[in-house]
């Protein structure tokens, strides 16, 4: 029992829900066939592990009918029944806690049944209340439009019970571009989501979506859009924009229109979009290969502006947190970094929280000259997911290599070597970049041990300059010109 999909659907209950799931099991009006409550008191006790050894079967049926003699099949089989059926009532439960949430579903459905009961008074009272407000962290989303769509259909539907024709094809006419402008957004996005499926090497499918945008005129469309001085061309633009710039990685000019936009229409937005967007702006900075500096600005911009998370009660996504952090080394930016974590690691998810922070303070202290503290925090991480491996991996590397420790620096990249044949999880320029890391490291030391001439260093800078495929070039690069002092 303690292994079933109810029990681990409690389990995940906060505390708060689960007393309000108390309540939800309690309401004649939710719970109205068999009665819960003395099923949830018996399991109650148990939140919110459920791991003891005492929550089975039988003891639950045992504790809702004291004195009757347990039956291994009849009575059992009444657990089951009960238990699915407060598996249900979990499940309605999260229905409400969805609908609560969602403010606009609310006041739609009211507004529907204020329609259909023709009280039209209060119809047209709440109908012009229904909306995003202008700090809404989903403006400008395609939620947000799809919302304003269903929006539009109560007009409509409101006009045809009037008998108001014009206004019901005004209504309907709206309705149907906020639906098709929802869609365009959708395909011009399409474009960064390839590059990133690309990014992680997973295949990408013929679809809809290519079909779409291989065959639509969408200069035409956004020329007589703004002809005629259309307001969603507004945010057209900026979505055609970067779909041309995820279109053509290397025309950066198109990278500094788009970014210049945003910033010009940012009050278009609410918090989640304008997120959204400057992430996408930082996916195409690695895929272009731009400048650290362009990501700093970036970082800067949605940091100072509050967006750097979709809303206020979301987490500080891992993904751009572990960005933040690699960039910021590499720009050898010490203080900043100390600041940025001092103040904003609190924000990751719980789960990622602590390997997170021992993997950014050992880059920092790396950073700081501070290796065997550096060393210390790295070993101590147990990081599952595969994106950190070679992060770890690569500044494992690099203490070794700076703390002289010759033998754990061969064993590490003959593991790391090993990691990347074997893995799928990451795409062939990345693995090679890291092989060839190790592969200098390799003549570094040679070069440490030995005698080594400036022609030797100068041949050796050039070669590092002009890999192709190079984790940490820069630093490398900064190592080479230690050697001339040796």
């Known amino acids: 029992m303690r292994d079933s999909k109810l029990i681990a659907l409690l389990k995940s209950f906060s505390p708060a829900e689960f007393r309000d799931f108390e309540k939800f099991v309690s309401s004649p009006y939710f719970s109205k066939g068999r009665d819960l409550v003395p099923f949830f008191k018996a399991l109650k006790p148990f939140y919110p592990d ?16 004291p004195g009757r003699e347990y039956d291994k099949v009849k009575s059992a089989n009444i657990i089951k029944t009960l238990s699915s059926q407060m598996f249900m009532a979990c499940k309605n439960f999260l229905t409400q806690l969805g609908l609560q949430e969602d403010e606009f579903r609310k006041q739609f459905y009211l507004i529907n049944e204020l329609r259909k009961r023709k009280l039209y008074t209060e119809f047209e009272k709440d109908h012009k209340s229904i909306g995003r407000t202008a700090d809404d962290p989903f403006k400008g989303t395609v939620r947000d439009f799809v919302d304003r769509y269903f929006t539009e259909l109560l007009a409509r539907d409101y006009s045809l019970d009037k008998d108001d024709f014009r206004n019901s094809y005004e209504a309907n006419l709206k309705s149907a571009e906020y639906s098709l402008l929802a869609g365009l957004i959708n395909t011009f996005k399409h474009q960064d989501e390839k590059n990133i499926a690309r990014a992680y090497n997973l295949q990408v499918r013929d679809n809809l979506l290519d079909a779409m945008l291989d065959n639509l005129d969408a200069d035409g469309l956004i020329a007589r859009l703004r002809e005629t001085s259309h307001p969603m061309n507004d945010y057209l633009e900026i979505y055609f924009l970067i779909y041309r710039m995820n279109k053509a990685p290397y025309d950066t000019s198109l990278f500094y229109k788009a970014r210049n936009l945003l910033q010009e229409r940012r009050e278009l937005f609410g918090q989640t979009e304008n997120y959204t967007l400057w992430n996408t702006l930082l996916s195409f900075c690695n895929i272009a290969n731009l400048p650290s500096d362009e990501h700093f600005y970036i970082f800067n911009h949605i940091l100072d502006n509050g967006i750097y998370r979709k809303s206020d009660s979301e987490d500080f996504h891992i993904v751009l947190f572990r960005n933040i952090v690699l960039v910021a080394s ?11 974590l001092g103040k904003y690691s609190d924000e990751i998810h719980a789960d990622h929280r602590t390997d997170m922070r021992l993997y950014s303070y050992a880059a920092l202290n790396f950073l700081k000259g501070e290796y065997s503290a550096a060393l ?6 147990r990081f599952e997911l595969f994106l950190y491996k070679p992060d770890m991996r690569v500044l494992q590397l690099k203490i070794f290599y700076k703390l002289g420790y010759t033998d754990q620096l061969f064993s590490m990249i003959d593991s790391t070597i090993h990691y990347l044949r074997n893995t799928k999880e990451i795409r062939d320029d990345f693995k090679e970049s890291v092989k060839n890391l190790t592969k200098y490291l390799k003549e570094f030391i040679k070069m440490n041990e030995g005698r080594t001439s400036r022609k030797d260093i100068d041949l050796l800078k050039k070669r590092v300059k002009e890999e192709p495929y190079l984790g940490q070039r820069n630093w490398l690069l900064e190592e080479a010109d230690l050697l001339e002092g040796k």
């Open 50 to 65: 459920f791991e003891n050894e005492i929550l089975n079967a039988e003891n639950v049926f045992r504790k809702l009918f």
């Open 376 to 381: 210390g925090l790295i070993q101590k991480i």
């Open 330 to 340: 590499a720009m050898k930016k010490t203080e900043w970094l100390e600041n940025f």
